[in-house]
């Protein structure tokens, strides 16, 4: 099974930015979909960004649409989360999740299907 590892998280003030990473050390990634899910104390874990095999298959939160750009970098094995335009109700700890797919560009939301997850990292935004 793949690791993942994030990193990039940190305190910033509101209508700063972040980006976090997300390194993978399978070699499977390539034939992955990607996920970032976050989760705030006292909250349900949600998805905020997805990316399917393609860079064309994206998902995104309605709260964060506008805003967070997920991309992938398969040479890397690493996929990223551009966060713009930061507001406190973002701060939560952030997770990445891998999905092998195999040939599949499907893009995925529900926490449920994802096999392998990272250990997180904290965004904090406060003023």
């Known amino acids: 099974q793949a690791q993942l590892a994030e990193s990039g998280g940190g305190s910033v003030h509101p209508g700063g930015s972040l980006r976090l990473s997300c390194a993978a050390s399978?070699?499977?990634?390539?034939?992955?979909?990607m996920g970032w899910f976050r989760q705030a104390p006292g909250k349900e874990r949600e998805c905020v960004a997805a990316?399917?095999?393609?860079?064309?298959?994206?998902y995104y939160a309605d709260s964060v649409k506008g805003r967070f750009i997920i991309s992938r970098d398969d040479a890397k094995n690493t996929v990223y989360l551009q966060m713009n335009s930061l507001k406190p109700e973002d701060t939560a700890v952030y997770y990445c999740?891998?999905?092998?797919?195999?040939?599949?560009?499907?893009?995925?939301?529900?926490?449920?299907?994802?096999?392998?997850w990272g250990q997180g990292t904290q965004v904090t935004v406060s003023p």
């Open positions: 990316i399917g095999r393609s860079v064309l298959s994206t």
């Open positions: 999740a891998a999905k092998p797919t195999g040939y599949s560009n499907d893009v995925y939301y529900r926490d449920w299907e994802y096999v392998n």
């Open positions: 399978s070699r499977t990634f390539s034939s992955s979909a």
